[in-house]
């Protein structure tokens, strides 16, 4: 109200310095209507009980200082509660910015029940002084424990900075552990890959191809590499192959394979099943043509010496029977 009242030239008209000049006095008219808006505002600011005792009044000084009787004393218990609220104002789970607002809140009140020195003299500036540093020490009991540090930064510095700086100090350090807490939420779900990755490929380790992180049943030289490896293309994974297990078989190179899987050898040669069946065709061929060659070359260390058979031209007579001479000089 006072505020008001000031900021519209009108504070006069309550603290007694525009009095009501006299019934003959020119002034008067524009003194009544001043008068009469300074009522109209205070009627419309208190409360409806304390407006039905005020209604019939005419003057605005007054009303202020009847008002000011009843209203306007220092109670010694609202001193105390705002003490004890202060003392027991902890920041707990709210922002810095929301602690200090309520601690301000409390000492702007107690500021205006206590009055002050204002004075320009040394005794004025000391209690001054100690104020601002009983301030700061409530500000700073009031921290969490988590700003300890910042706390004892603080507390070292000389000469003691005021309360806005000390709130400046500790508000910059719960903005940067706000972007450092974010900081670590993004990378949490890569730590924790390569955390796990690191721990399995300690304890686990491939009896085929030796390499740590993997079991053999899942190994991709066996099994084929998934699609987006760079080794897919040559190596494809068989369809059905991934999460599925089957019974293994001993290939021909005696390594436990997939009926549709490929299959690397101690070389580190990978071949598909269809490739393998090929190889051992081949080397079955080639195991038949080295035998029959052997019966062959057994059979003609009789022939070194053919004796001509006397029962037809042409024909050699064996232990065993008789070999035909061909006309292209073949046996």
Not at 96 to 103: A, G, M
Request: glycine share 6%; proline share 5%; charged share 20%.
């Amino acid at each position: 109200m006072k505020i008001a009242l000031h900021a519209k030239n009108k504070l006069g008209f309550i603290d007694g310095t525009y009095r009501k000049p006299a019934a003959n006095s020119p002034s008067l008219y524009q003194w009544e209507r001043c008068n009469a808006v300074v009522l109209s505002w205070i009627f419309s600011s208190v409360s409806k009980e304390i407006f039905c005792g005020l209604v019939y009044a005419k003057d605005a000084y007054s009303v202020w200082e009847d008002l000011k009787e009843r209203f306007d004393k220092i109670c010694g218990s609202r001193i105390y509660v705002i003490h004890r609220d202060i003392v027991r104002l902890s920041q707990g789970s709210s922002t810095i910015s929301v602690y200090f607002s309520k601690l301000k809140q409390l000492w702007d009140e107690l500021s205006s029940m206590v009055t002050s020195p204002s004075c320009e003299c040394l005794a004025s500036r000391s209690y001054v002084e100690y104020e601002q540093q009983q301030r700061l020490i409530q500000f700073l009991m009031g921290l969490n424990d988590s700003y300890g540090p910042i706390r004892s930064q603080i507390l070292l510095l000389s000469p003691l900075p005021s309360v806005s700086q000390a709130y400046s100090l500790v508000s910059q350090e719960e903005s940067h552990r706000q972007v450092m807490t974010f900081q670590t939420i993004t990378d949490a779900p890569t730590t924790a890959f390569y955390s796990s990755s690191f721990k399995q490929s300690g304890s686990i380790k491939c009896e085929h191809c030796s390499m740590p992180g993997h079991m053999k049943e899942n190994c991709f030289r066996l099994i084929g590499y998934p699609p987006g490896h760079k080794l897919h293309k040559r190596f494809p994974q068989t369809k059905g192959t991934k999460g599925i297990s089957r019974t293994p078989r001993v290939s021909a190179h005696n390594t436990i394979s997939d009926a549709s899987a490929t299959t690397t050898d101690a070389s580190g040669v990978t071949f598909t099943p269809a490739q393998y069946a090929q190889i051992l065709q081949l080397l079955e061929n080639s195991t038949d043509k080295q035998e029959h060659s052997a019966n062959l070359a057994g059979t003609s260390t009789g022939l070194q010496n053919p004796q001509p058979c006397p029962a037809s031209t042409g024909s050699v007579c064996l232990p065993n029977g008789t070999l035909d001479w061909e006309d292209n000089g073949d046996w």
